[in-house]
């Protein structure tokens, strides 16, 4: 059982500022807690209230520490929670660098940033970069939305310039060129932008790339975001 001042600490993580003063962030639900506890990816605890032992207690498959159904209210972010959740670490793997990459940039959806992550590791994608005013990886709407892809896939936050330096990248624009019909390329970086307002136009003159568009046949202005980073992938990467 987590001490009093231990459970004060993951009851703070819902905030940015307490995840990176404690270095830790939340993990909610069975599917992503059971990847989770079978990964090497570093955590504290496994917290879950008797309601959930007796529903799902024949499908745990890792340690956990009980708590009282107010205790786990006030550590969990979500409004309908399966009563189990962890305390993982934030961490970093070492894995080499896939040949394709994808950068954000101003993405401030979580469940886009968490769907982009799974749609990442679908492709074989480990490795994401994030403009500064991108969402928080470790807010747990996003680390929800991963539904455990987070495990596998690097985000990587700073400056975007800086980050796709000397790097092949292909950006997302409305007057860029069909990407149903360039060449398909064998490794780069896709760049995708803000849900409303597209790529910044700082980063746009700061970096070299390649201009592409998925052409539509509808009247609306644009797609979203993980909509968009999907149709791309599947054509860049299929």
Sequence with gaps: MPSKVKLKQYQQLGSKKFRQKYGLFVVEGLKSVNELANSDWPMECILCTHAFLERYGEQIEFEFDLVSTDEFAATSTL??????????????????????????????DPGNLGTIIRIADWYGINTIYCSANTVDLYNSKVIQSTMGSFLRVNVVSGDLPELLKDKHVYATLLDGENIRTIPSPKAGVLLIGNEANGINDETLKNITYTPVTIPGRGTTESLNAAMATAICCERLMG
């Design 79 to 108: 409004a309908n929670p399966q009563e189990v959740l962890a305390i993982a670490q934030i961490h970093q793997t070492d894995k080499p660098i896939s040949e394709w990459q994808i950068a954000l940039d101003g993405i401030n």
